[in-house]
């Protein structure tokens, strides 16, 4: 399992890489099944904003048919190719768009931000980051208006620069000005199919206008310095990509 070099200056330039179809059908199963379970049974719907802030069924965080999307799909090789090296993922993430016509609450929006920095639900002082988003998909996103994540290619230079220039800590603005008015591009896809995300690329995601919820499974993912150079890592968005390093001298706007 490798990228080619294709993608990884794709990855450069836009910060984004997608493989189509890299999880296996039986492990797709596995974890739909499990987490529609919960829905089913364990969900509380007057915890949908809580859940969306942080994660669905957060039982289900370290259970290995959901790890198993990461680590044993060929998405973990994918990782370690673009960071060199990587921590070992413990959690999965799951995030769901429930379809707005079935909603007794509403399900909140998340505007432009990258992940980690100036959290509505955390200290603005307090930094999570990472070094790499990689989103498993587990529904049919067919329609731009089913709650795709919306992310914007080529963001992730603009937020290193902003990092470097404008932004301090504890300022509570999650993006620039410039960067809070895009609609982003949606990300539109298959059950099976693995987005690969530089932690600097500013994403959005909005309300599921379809019948079927929206439903995505997200790993986390540091190169093993990443924790003693956060604020670092935001202001050289390759830090934390070592094998990178020959394509990003040769593009040097990246
Ligand atoms: O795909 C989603 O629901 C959005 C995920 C996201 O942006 C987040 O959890 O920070």
Avoid at 68 to 97: H, Y
Wanted: hydrophobic share 40%; charged share 20%; net charge negative.
């Amino acid at each position: 399992m490798s990228l080619t070099h294709d993608e990884k200056a794709g990855f450069v330039r836009d910060g984004i890489a997608v493989r189509r179809g890299l999880v296996p059908e039986n492990l797709i199963t596995r974890a739909k099944s499990l987490i529609d379970d919960w829905v089913r049974e364990q969900m509380d719907a007057s915890q949908i904003s809580a859940y969306t802030q942080r994660t669905f069924a957060p039982e289900l965080g370290q259970h290995p048919d959901l790890l198993d999307l990461f680590a044993n799909s060929g998405a973990v090789e994918l990782a370690t190719e673009l960071l060199g090296d990587i921590q070992p993922v413990t959690t999965t993430q799951i995030q769901i768009r429930i379809p707005e016509e079935t909603l007794t609450t509403s399900q909140p929006e998340k505007a432009m931000h990258v992940d980690g920095v100036a959290c509505p639900h955390l200290d603005p002082d307090e930094l999570r980051t990472f070094s790499l988003l990689v989103g498993v998909v587990l529904s049919d996103i067919s329609d731009p208006d089913g709650g795709a994540l919306r992310y914007l290619p080529g963001g992730h230079q603009v937020m290193a620069r902003w990092f470097r220039t404008e932004w301090s800590r504890g300022v509570t603005e999650q993006v620039p000005p410039q960067i809070d008015t895009e609609s982003g591009t949606p990300f539109m896809g298959k059950p099976g199919d693995v987005l690969l995300m530089h932690h600097l690329v500013p994403h959005s995601v909005g309300n599921n206008y379809t019948l079927t919820p929206r439903v995505m499974a997200y790993f986390r993912v540091s190169h093993p310095h990443h924790a003693q150079r956060r604020l670092e890592a935001l202001r050289d968005p390759w830090l934390d990509y070592p094998p990178l390093a020959a394509i990003t001298i040769a593009s040097p706007t990246a």
